[in-house]
């Protein structure tokens, strides 16, 4: 059988730049091994499936080259700007099924925003904050001041690491092994590191993704990270704001450079309920494959 995949950038600064994922259109069509072959064969971090939905407007499943995972945010915002843009998405309140439930989706025009959850923080211990910083060849002297490694979970978990210095985070030699068993000790995506220096005007924070637990070394853009972020930097570092702009991708061997809007639901009490996490998708190629 002879399939064309669209692969989609999502969050585009601009037009250029973000983090790719192939999109498959009618997949309740295929298997799940026929899914795994497919997102082998497009060969990016991640594929979207889209099904119909008994409970939202589509279903969505995510698969890595190796493996399905539960959320994948740049693969949802590529998917509902692709819809959009396609004549395929009338309504701008939307809604996606997972295997983890049902997330809310809001368009803006072909902007699209998903729903995470309100943060949960975990702590590390002393000897796995040690060995954090080992792995990305960092000592306590290049945090940002106040800041320790943190575990944050708005759907999915990350450990943030903030650095003070630009320069630090542009140099940093990673790893990957260490992460990857610390990934898998701390059920984790990955490493989630931000720094507040040097970025671009009207950009609260740069970062850098590393996940090797799923196959994947940096990414250019991750959503389901961004919220994480954007919580830390308020209830830790106490940006009142409820927008951020997170720009990543910058700082990769092969820049991509990305934005990720996050914006967050404060009660009257200035608790994070929940948050919004969007940008926008562009089409790069369409590629043809067989299974």
Same mark, same amino acid.
């Given at each position: ?6 692969i989609?950038?999502?969050?585009v600064d ?9 999109i ?12 795994q072959?497919?997102?082998a064969?497009?060969?990016?971090? *991640? &594929? ?17 080259? &190796?493996?399905?995972i539960?959320h994948?945010?740049?693969a949802t915002i590529?998917?509902? %700007?692709y ?7 009338a309504?701008?309140? %939307? ?6 439930g049902y997330r809310s ?5 072909d ?12 702590t590390?211990s ?5 060995l ?5 060849g960092?000592?306590? %002297?290049?945090?940002?001041?106040? &800041?320790?490694?943190?575990?944050v979970? &708005?759907?999915?978990?990350f450990?943030?690491? @903030? ?6 985070m ?10 990857? !068993? ?11 590191v931000?720094?507040?220096d @040097? ?5 609260d ?12 070394? *940096?990414?250019s853009?991750?959503?389901m ?14 940006? *009142? ?13 092969s820049p991509?450079? %990305?934005?990720?809007?996050?914006r967050? *639901?404060?009660?009257?009490?200035g !608790? ?5 996490a ?14």
């Amino acid at each position: 059988m002879n399939i064309e995949i669209p692969i989609v950038s999502a969050f585009v600064d601009g037009n250029s730049g973000g983090n790719p994922a192939g999109i498959v259109l009618n997949a309740d069509r295929f298997s799940t091994g026929q899914k795994q072959k497919i997102a082998a064969a497009v060969g990016l971090s *991640e &594929t979207a499936f889209v099904s119909p939905s008994d409970s939202a407007d589509l279903k969505l499943e995510f698969f890595t080259p &190796t493996q399905q995972i539960a959320h994948c945010g740049h693969a949802t915002i590529a998917t509902f %700007s692709y819809l959009r843009q396609n004549g395929l998405l009338a309504n701008d309140q %939307s809604s996606k099924e997972t295997i983890d439930g049902y997330r809310s989706i809001k368009m803006e025009g072909d902007f699209a925003f998903m729903e995470q959850k309100a943060p949960l923080y975990t702590t590390l211990s002393d000897p796995d904050l040690h060995l954090t910083l080992q792995a990305l060849g960092l000592a306590q %002297s290049d945090l940002i001041d106040g &800041t320790e490694p943190t575990i944050v979970n &708005t759907g999915n978990s990350f450990v943030l690491v @903030g650095i003070r210095d630009v320069e630090k985070m542009k140099a940093l030699q990673p790893d990957f092994s260490m992460i990857e !068993r610390l990934s898998k000790a701390f059920d984790l995506i990955g490493f989630y590191v931000f720094c507040l220096d @040097g970025v671009a005007y009207g950009r609260d924070a740069g970062a850098r993704m590393f996940a090797p637990r799923y196959g994947i070394r *940096e990414e250019s853009a991750t959503g389901m990270a961004a919220g994480p972020l954007a919580c830390y930097l308020y209830d830790t570092l106490g940006v *009142e704001k409820g927008e951020f702009a997170i720009e990543q991708g910058r700082w990769m061997p092969s820049p991509s450079p %990305s934005v990720l809007t996050v914006r967050l *639901e404060i009660d009257h009490n200035g !608790r994070i309920q929940g948050l919004y996490a969007g940008g926008r998708g562009a089409v790069r190629e369409k590629k043809a494959i067989v299974i």
